[in-house]
């Protein structure tokens, strides 16, 4: 399960359920609510077909988050982790219990070559995308 993101030029970009809400995240810190429009960037949480309209909007979404990368340049952790300190799985992707005492991690995780993919993406759908 996960998000397909095609471009309208046939680009294809896939993120997983567990990568997908961090990447949400950035691109909601990078302003995509302002750049997509409310209702285009919430539906962004839902395979239903919602994405950019315009080459225009990927490239300035791609730009604030190039932006925010060279704003936190050193203390970009790979990888990015939601704090969600009520789901934690455990090294072997158990569900962490309350009296877990070995180290734990969000399930909710990119890699920074995943956020790397995006932006290229986005350089080059060609006029828009949709989240499928």
């Not at 730009?63 to 799985?89: C, S, V």
């Not at 932006?119 to 949709?130: A, D, H």
């Amino acid at each position: 399960m996960g998000m397909d993101v095609y471009g309208k030029n046939g680009n294809y970009f896939r993120a997983n359920v567990w990568s997908w809400r961090p990447l949400m995240m950035l691109m909601e810190k990078a302003g995509g609510e302002a750049i997509l429009g409310d209702d285009i960037f919430n539906g962004m949480s839902y395979n239903d077909g919602k994405g950019a309209l315009t080459q225009e909007q990927c490239e300035k979404l791609a730009n604030a988050i190039e932006q925010i990368k060279e704003e936190i340049e050193g203390e970009w952790y790979d990888p990015i982790e939601l704090d969600m300190p009520d789901f934690q799985i455990t090294a072997s992707g158990q569900l962490a219990k309350e009296d877990h005492d070995g180290e734990t991690h969000s399930p909710y995780r990119c890699h920074i070559d995943h956020i790397e993919e995006l932006v290229t993406f986005l350089r080059e759908c060609g006029s828009g995308f949709e989240v499928w």
